[in-house]
């Protein structure tokens, strides 16, 4: 799955230290990597795309429900 994010992926370590990082001081974001219309480009894409992967399973989950309840009749 297609996913964007401008931040850096955080250690184990710094991520326990954002838990108590009340003021987002620790985070770090990559904005030199490329122009902003870019990454909001690319985050709205990396969106869509778990939406339309979280509607296909709703929908298959769906449909595999409809047919057991429809062999049951």
């Given at each position: 799955m297609?996913?964007?994010?401008s931040?850096?992926k955080?250690?184990?370590i710094?991520?326990m230290?954002?838990?108590i990082?009340?003021?987002a001081?620790?985070?770090e974001y990559?904005y030199?990597?490329?122009?902003p219309e870019?990454i909001?480009?690319?985050?709205?894409?990396?969106?869509?795309?778990a939406?339309?992967?979280d509607?296909?399973?709703a929908?298959?989950n769906?449909?595999?429900?409809?047919?057991?309840s429809s062999?049951?009749?």
């Amino acid at each position: 799955m297609f996913t964007y994010t401008s931040f850096a992926k955080p250690s184990f370590i710094s991520g326990m230290a954002s838990f108590i990082d009340l003021g987002a001081t620790l985070t770090e974001y990559d904005y030199d990597a490329l122009p902003p219309e870019i990454i909001d480009r690319l985050a709205i894409m990396s969106d869509w795309a778990a939406v339309g992967l979280d509607m296909f399973y709703a929908l298959k989950n769906y449909e595999k429900k409809h047919k057991i309840s429809s062999d049951k009749r």
